[in-house]
């Protein structure tokens, strides 16, 4: 995840936790001075979105059983945790909305079902935004942030489909027999 002036990057990054097992953590690289440091420690740590301002980072981490998503400030490292889910709940492919003020997701709930969720930047609002039996994923925001584009593999081919924020009203957008 790019800064929006390019002066940082922010990776997720496997390395040895403090108990000698493989872990994800961000690691923050200033493109100028190319020095780098991790900001999350032992946290298992993905899918960073860079704050519009700059000055921190969303990312979803489960350090337990269930993910959730989190603000981090960059310069102080204070965190805070936005979501509030319980039990075997997962958690991918965070986008930020153009204009800041959300976040959407894939969110695979208790019972399996993969669909596209958004939420507040400030941890309300959750909701989900799909409902259906098969898999919606890779949710990106439309440029005026009223709609998010994602793949669902409704109609058993995975292809490109909108929902419109204000309706939930869902437009197929392709129609690719090998898939998207």
Known sequence: AWSPDGSVLIIPEYHRGSHGSLVNDLR????????RRWITADFRALHPVVSS????????AHPGETTQIYYQDITSGKRVQLSSFEGDIQIQNLDLSPDGDMLTFMIQDIHGAVDIAVINVTGSDFHKVTND????????????????IYTSYRNSTPNL???DLDSLKITQMTDVAEGI
């Open 28 to 35: 923050l690289i200033n493109t100028s001075t190319h020095k």
């Open 161 to 163: 489909y909108r929902v």
């Open 133 to 148: 039996p098969e898999e919606d994923v890779f949710p990106v925001w439309s440029a005026d942030s009223k709609a998010i």
């Open 53 to 60: 301002n700059g000055k921190g980072v969303f990312f979803v």
